[in-house]
């Protein structure tokens, strides 16, 4: 494979790893789709250390004794949807 198609193969496993990151952080992907996930994130170094800062915000956010503001929530949810469509968007566009 040459080095153009492969990079644009591993962006396509670090979007669909992003894709389903908070899945797999919470547990709720089925095994199969985890152990992808787990050998993608030991793969990849960019993709391991976003798992790594996701994982301390989480375990941060869960010793905290507060609840969180419902509209902070949602605005967190609406950025990553936006970071998801953005890397989608260029993703498509460097197929052009």
Not at 11 to 30: E, S
Not at 37 to 42: N, S
Not at 59 to 77: G, I, N, Y
Request: contains cysteine.
């Amino acid at each position: 494979m040459s080095k153009p198609w492969k990079m644009i193969a591993e962006r396509r496993y670090c979007f669909a790893t992003m894709r389903v990151l908070q899945d797999y952080l919470d547990g709720a992907l089925d095994d199969a789709r985890a152990d992808q996930v787990a050998r993608h994130l030991d793969d990849c170094r960019r993709c391991g250390l976003e798992a790594e800062v996701y994982q301390e915000i989480k375990t941060a956010l869960s010793k905290q004794e507060m609840l969180l503001d419902p509209q902070t929530v949602q605005r967190l949810r609406n950025f990553s949807d936006q970071l998801i469509r953005e890397g989608a968007s260029s993703q498509d566009e460097s197929h052009d």
